[in-house]
């Protein structure tokens, strides 16, 4: 995918590919925020229940950890695009079942089913959205592909809980889920009319096809031999653990400490949102000059400090303002990450090396949602949101001490010491 020195390359808005799946993406983005504030509201609303809200974040969670295992496996055996294609229809049945239940009265017991199912497909559509972008663009536009794609999710996620906010509000948040059910539609048609280019083998190694499990540990290995990556993969699995169920715990501040309406929790989630929104435009130039460990450090160390000031804000202005730096640094330190990963990685591995870190990521995600909402509910949100701004305080901190402070701008790309189909 390189091209030859001296040409001029169009900036990537005009790219007709990149321009296609960027739109498809960012529409069912604007979507996603839909359920990202429908789902917990249905719960709270239902049951009353921050506890509850937080088991469910924990089911889908694991659900996304099991089908994390086999998701990288599925995406580098069979075509990326079609896969995510796949994945856009099975979610636009399955949330599109919750609203037509809930005509009947509230139905929490299907979400314990429907999430799951679809956090899994979810997981495998992630993981080949990843992989895609190396199909997308060349590789030293990684970064700044990221960056915009993330930037523009952000936009519409600004816009998409303050609509459903209202629309939860004055329709109840059931007919939110309709439109989450809608965006999975217009991805999988923007999917459908690209195509995506191959790229190049680091390695002329043949590929030799074995059992799913000993495909999947390849990706791990490699993974876990780097020490960059095996450094990132330790510290944001303890990081997930303590942030998992921050957006229920915020949803349940919001509403239960300081009296707000879903409106307000709407407005909240969107406002907020235009960090991720700076954060994703700010991360390259950010790595360009500072390298990638001071980057990486100085945002999750913020994303502490954050955390902890939501917790202990007494009005709904100051929760915007803190949400919105922890997003902005979220997509700061997420994106770095990412980026990594997709540039040092060989393509034919790069799928299980992703789903191998997010399983590994994710892993603790769900037992760290169950705790926080527990803890939230019977200690208060202060208490709570302090022990674990500081615990993502000392997972930058740890960060100063693994080879990943030493990380530049330009990540060393490790050879493949063992072809993919030879592992194990």
């Not at 956090?119 to 990684?142: C, H, K, P, Q, S």
Request: aromatic share 8%; with cysteine.
């Amino acid at each position: 995918m390189s091209r030859p020195v001296g040409t001029v390359r169009p900036p990537l808005w005009r790219d007709r590919t990149f321009g296609t799946y960027w739109i498809a993406q960012s529409l069912s983005a604007a979507g996603d925020s839909f359920a990202y504030l429908a789902v917990p509201l249905l719960v709270l609303q239902a049951t009353g229940s921050v506890a509850r809200m937080g088991l469910l974040t924990a089911v889908a969670g694991a659900a996304s950890v099991v089908a994390g295992i086999f998701g990288g496996v599925l995406v580098d055996r069979y075509d990326r695009r079609t896969l995510m294609i796949a994945a856009d229809l099975a979610r636009l049945v399955l949330y599109g079942l919750v609203p037509l239940a809930w005509l009947a009265g509230p139905q929490v017991w299907l979400l314990f089913v429907v999430l799951p199912i679809c956090e899994a497909a979810g997981m495998v559509f992630r993981v080949a959205a990843v992989t895609a972008v190396r199909n997308l663009v060349d590789r030293d536009r990684i970064t700044e592909a990221n960056g915009r794609l993330q930037a523009t999710y952000a936009a519409a996620a600004v816009v998409g809980p303050l609509l459903a906010g209202v629309v939860s509000a004055r329709f109840g948040p059931a007919v939110a889920i309709v439109v989450n059910a809608a965006s999975f539609a217009f991805s999988a048609i923007g999917l459908w009319v690209i195509r995506l280019r191959p790229v190049q083998a680091d390695d002329a190694a043949p590929v030799t096809r074995q059992r799913p499990l000993v495909e999947f540990l390849a990706g791990a290995r490699f993974l876990w031999r780097h020490p960059v990556l095996r450094a990132l993969t330790v510290l944001l699995s303890v990081f997930i653990f303590l942030t998992y169920g921050f957006t229920d715990v915020l949803i349940y501040h919001v509403t239960h400490d300081l009296g707000g309406s879903e409106g307000t929790v709407g407005t909240v989630l969107g406002l907020a949102a235009v960090g991720t929104i700076a954060g994703a435009l700010l991360v390259a130039p950010l790595r360009r000059r500072r390298g990638f460990g001071v980057t990486w450090i100085g945002a999750h160390a913020v994303c502490g400090l954050a955390v902890a000031g939501v917790g202990l804000a007494t009005t709904v202005p100051m929760v915007t303002a803190l949400t919105g730096v922890y997003l902005c640094c979220l997509s700061v330190g997420g994106i770095c990450s990412m980026s990594l990963r997709q540039e040092i990685t060989p393509d034919h591995l790069l799928g299980r090396v992703t789903s191998a870190f997010w399983s590994t990521h994710y892993a603790l995600g769900p037992a760290g949602a169950v705790a926080l909402t527990w803890a939230a509910a019977r200690y208060g949100v202060a208490a709570v949101a302090i022990v674990a701004g500081a615990g993502c305080l000392l997972v930058a901190i740890g960060g100063l001490f693994t080879p990943i402070r030493r990380a530049g701008a330009e990540p060393r790309r490790l050879p493949v010491p063992i072809p993919a189909g030879k592992a194990g």
